[in-house]
């Protein structure tokens, strides 16, 4: 069974960056899809970022230009790099993985708080 821990959150101000890493434990394909996504409270969860296995990758128009999502697969880790962030982007970021059919594993968050 997979098990993901997030890491790298914390507070900024507006401007700054963070990167936030998720590891995982348990057996990883490397042709499964890996994504970020946030849930700001009172709203729902949006998908912030994915990649799959090929490298091949994908954004939320809010966040292009500024993110990077990275994987190592020998490391079974998922990188998210924030730059130029912004105090709409404070939310509690989660990662995900699986099958891209279907995220089937996920972990507890890690908060990220952008103040102005």
């Known amino acids: 069974q997979v098990q993901l821990v997030e890491s790298g959150g914390g507070s900024v101000q507006s401007g700054g960056s963070l990167r936030l890493s998720c590891a995982a434990s348990?057996?990883?394909?490397?042709?499964?899809?890996m994504s970020w996504f946030r849930q700001a409270p009172g709203k729902e969860r949006e998908g912030v970022a994915s990649i799959d296995g090929d490298g091949t990758t994908s954004y939320a128009n809010s966040v292009k230009g500024r993110f990077t999502i990275s994987r190592d697969n020998p490391k079974n880790t998922l990188y998210l790099q924030m730059n130029s962030l912004k105090p709409e982007d404070t939310a509690m970021y989660y990662c995900?993985?699986?099958?891209?059919?279907?995220?089937?594993?996920w972990g507890q968050g890690t908060l990220v708080t952008v103040s102005s």
């Open positions: 348990g057996f990883i394909h490397s042709w499964y899809c």
């Open positions: 995900a993985a699986g099958p891209c059919s279907g995220l089937d594993a």
